[in-house]
């Protein structure tokens, strides 16, 4: 198990101190800062793991355990896996994992897929199977043809398919 705290620095209220006084805040809260923390991880992209963990304590009501988790190539995450948990709902936010190649969620409760996984279009390998899969979002089309790898077996899929997924099979 690993238990992720982000910590991204303080969020000020605004930039209006901070030399040139219309700064952006990052994703750590910091003016003007890179987006990265001060582990050099992207502060989005920890914000995205721990809306996972967040959203599936609240609707299981215990804490989420993460098993293999994630390697981190330059500070952004480029491979996410949780197995066998108990992970039952993903979050939109999934969807801003912009460098995900790998990602994996065989052998949990999910039911459904945000829109958002239409998004991941670096992702060369998806694997969810062993779910409780009864629908999957159209937007998972955006990233069908550009995977090297897909498994969606052992779920309950039933009613209409994505308009890509007769090709796929």
Known sequence: SILLIVGCGTEPEDCAGVEGGDTKIDDCGICDGNGYNDDDYHCGDLSVLQDIIDLNESVNGTPLELGSLQSWNT??????????????????????????????????????????????????????????????????????????YCEVSNSSLCGELPSCFPSVL
């Open 75 to 148: 500070g952004r995450l480029d491979s996410l896996a949780i197995w066998n948990s108990e992970l039952s709902i993903l979050p939109e936010s999934i969807g801003n994992l912009s460098n995900l190649i790998f990602l994996s969620f065989e052998g949990n409760k999910l039911s459904t897929l945000p829109e958002s996984i239409g998004n991941l279009t670096n992702l060369k390998a998806l694997t969810l199977d062993s779910n409780q899969l009864t629908t999957i979002p159209e937007s998972i089309c955006n990233i069908i043809p550009d995977l090297d």
